[in-house]
């Protein structure tokens, strides 16, 4: 998955979400390889990656939920603040279901606008 990572003649993001639907490695090996996949999701659907952080449990001293919160939510402002308008953060307001989820988007996203 790294290696697609690194692809400059197509999507990357494309080709990571293909191998990673067909293949189904496991993510859980390599917290790099989790954070790939998870960047790749976001930038093809930013609802799907955030389903798929919701897939990993609130337990406490495991920050995987949190940090793969973070990642999507770096992907979403990299993206649409220099490509598009940015409606992905609104519409991730209404995703944002449980108190770890509306904390890490509130603290994250209030300073760029998003409320």
């Known amino acids: 998955m790294q290696a697609i990572h690194l692809c400059h003649t197509v999507d990357p993001a494309i080709l990571i979400h293909r191998y990673v639907t067909m293949a189904k490695p496991n993510?859980?090996?390599?917290?790099?390889?989790r954070e790939i996949y998870?960047?790749?999701l976001a930038r093809v659907s930013f609802v799907d990656a955030w389903l798929f952080q919701r897939s990993y449990a609130n337990d406490r001293g495991d920050e995987t939920r949190e940090?793969?919160?973070?990642?999507?939510l770096n992907t979403i402002l990299m993206r649409e603040f220099c490509h598009r308008p940015p409606c992905a953060l609104s519409?991730?307001?209404?995703?944002?279901?449980?108190?770890?989820?509306t904390g890490t988007h509130?603290?994250?996203?209030i300073p760029f606008g998003a409320q």
């Not at 519409?91 to 770890?100: N, V």
């Open 27 to 33: 993510l859980d090996l390599h917290h790099a390889t």
């Open 38 to 40: 998870t960047r790749a």
């Open 67 to 72: 940090s793969l919160m973070v990642v999507i």
């Open 106 to 109: 509130s603290t994250y996203c």
């Open 91 to 101: 519409t991730l307001t209404t995703l944002c279901s449980c108190s770890i989820e």
